[in-house]
């Protein structure tokens, strides 16, 4: 089992900046991709950036140029850095982690979400 531990969301003024971070723990066998999503109210879920163990990353439309994602393998931890923020990206981020691992003689992949850390953009 993995556990996921978010930090970094707060209250922030349109235009500024914060950083989440995601630590995964527990018995990790291998962590193939990890990436944020993010849920607005009365909204459904959506991708906001992830990127795979080799640093290949991908970004909605609505982060590219202002968001960047970025993982450190050792530590299992994921980050998002989030400048030029608009009261638009309001919500409760949520981090995702997808983890390779035997079952069997096989592989198999599992999900995991975190608990979600609320990121408000005031005008």
């Known amino acids: 089992q993995v556990q996921l531990a978010e930090s970094g969301g707060g209250l922030v003024q349109a235009g500024g900046s914060l950083r989440l971070s995601c630590a995964a723990s527990?018995?990790?066998?291998?962590?193939?991709?990890m990436g944020w999503y993010r849920q607005a109210p009365g909204k459904q879920r959506e991708l906001v950036a992830d990127i795979t163990r080799g640093d290949s990353t991908n970004y909605a439309d609505s982060a590219k140029g202002r968001f960047t994602i970025s993982r450190d393998n050792a530590k299992n931890t994921v980050y998002l850095q989030m400048n030029s923020l608009k009261s638009e990206d309001t919500a409760t981020y949520y981090c995702?982690?997808?983890?390779?691992?035997?079952?069997?003689?096989?592989?198999?992949?599992?999900?995991?979400w975190g608990q979600g850390t609320l990121v408000i953009v005031s005008e």
């Open positions: 995702k982690v997808m983890e390779l691992r035997p079952v069997g003689s096989q592989f198999e992949q599992f999900e995991y």
């Open positions: 527990g018995n990790i066998f291998s962590i193939v991709r």
